[in-house]
């Protein structure tokens, strides 16, 4: 017998709404993902970096908006994969999971490093970044993309208290709201905030 759900689910993948992914992801606890959809849907983005994919719900969630804004748009999705010593993608998850919500025309997965690429950046109009944020790699970003759209993970004062930022001493990203002008998109947790948005 099928379930309601799945019916449901493949029903507004046709009408080409949001669909919250049932995927692993700090992002998922509060449904942060239609923050995300809504942004780049206003923004009108052909090509979005999304750096840090873990299982791939930011990935597919941009896909979706990509899918419905229907202007030839696609994400790019970078990762260690399982090159990352702490908590890593498997890149059959991710691939898995772009299949099964349908966004495989709008994805291309790449192996890399946000440091070096950084140096050397893709054209494109919206960087996602979710890669242990800190304020340092905040500010990193900040400075080396002038004028580009930037979304990242955290930049809530609850968010800087995560066990690991204190753990390891990393610079807090709250303190840096004014020097960069970031919004908070979305304070629930983990937050999500955006520069140039």
């Known amino acids: 017998m099928i ?3 799945y019916v449901l689910k493949h029903l507004k ?19 942060l993902g239609y ?3 809504e942004t780049i849907l206003k923004l ?4 979005v970096i999304d750096f840090g994919i873990l299982h791939g719900y930011s990935i597919v969630t941009i896909a979706q908006a990509l899918r419905d ?17 702490y908590k890593n993608s498997i890149k059959n998850v991710v691939n898995k999971n772009i299949i099964e919500y349908d966004v495989v025309n709008f994805v291309e997965l790449r192996y890399g490093n946000f440091y070096k690429w950084v140096e050397n950046p893709d054209e494109f109009d919206i960087l996602h970044l979710d890669i242990s944020n800190n304020g340092d790699i905040i500010e990193l970003a900040d400075k080396k ?27 807090l990203i709250y303190p840096l709201k004014d020097k960069i002008n970031y919004k908070i998109l979305n304070k629930t947790w983990p937050s999500i905030s955006g520069i140039r948005v």
């Open 3 to 5: 379930k309601m759900y």
């Open 13 to 31: 993948r046709e009408n080409n709404l949001y669909i919250e992914p049932e995927i692993e992801s700090s992002y998922r606890k509060n449904n």
């Open 35 to 37: 923050t995300i959809y």
């Open 44 to 47: 009108k983005p052909k090509v």
């Open 69 to 85: 804004l229907d202007n030839g748009g696609k994400v790019i999705g970078y990762d260690l994969f399982e090159g990352y010593k």
């Open 145 to 171: 993309l002038p004028n580009k759209t930037i979304l990242f993970e955290g930049g809530s004062e609850e968010r800087d208290k995560v066990e690991w930022m204190t753990e390891y001493n990393f610079k």
